[in-house]
């Protein structure tokens, strides 16, 4: 997905012109093995100007650097938690019911395997 916001192609993506011009089918497939589908539209394909094309991507990148940083933010405070109770990463899985996988994950700050409400 990254790549899609950096204005990039995707890896694994096709035509989906039986919604309209310029929509994208994207397949995501994770580390699991489980695919998401994406349906992803450029507004200068739709007819946009170039000026409201520009300002419509505003607000959604907004939002992708605000999720970011709360997910952060939220991996932080986990982190420290688990470092003020001395906590192994096989005591946490317990406490939390998580795998030992999702709390080394945590650790680790990788925020692209989690959503906020999983992390909340």
């Not at 994406?38 to 007819?47: D, H, I, P, R, S």
């Not at 096989?90 to 406490?95: K, N």
């Amino acid at each position: 997905m990254g790549k899609v916001q950096a204005g990039l192609e995707p890896a694994d993506w096709k035509p989906f012109d039986d919604v309209g011009a310029g929509i994208r089918k994207i397949r995501i497939r994770d580390a699991g093995g489980i695919y998401r589908v994406m349906y992803v539209a450029k507004f200068l394909e739709l007819g946009f100007t170039p000026a409201e094309a520009k300002r419509l991507q505003v607000a959604p990148r907004k939002q992708i650097n605000d999720t970011r940083l709360l997910k952060q933010q939220l991996m932080e405070e986990l982190s420290i938690w688990i470092a003020k109770h001395h906590l192994k990463q096989a005591e946490a899985t317990e406490i939390l019911m998580v795998s030992r996988p999702c709390v080394s994950d945590v650790v680790n700050k990788k925020t692209a395997k989690f959503t906020i409400d999983t992390l909340v």
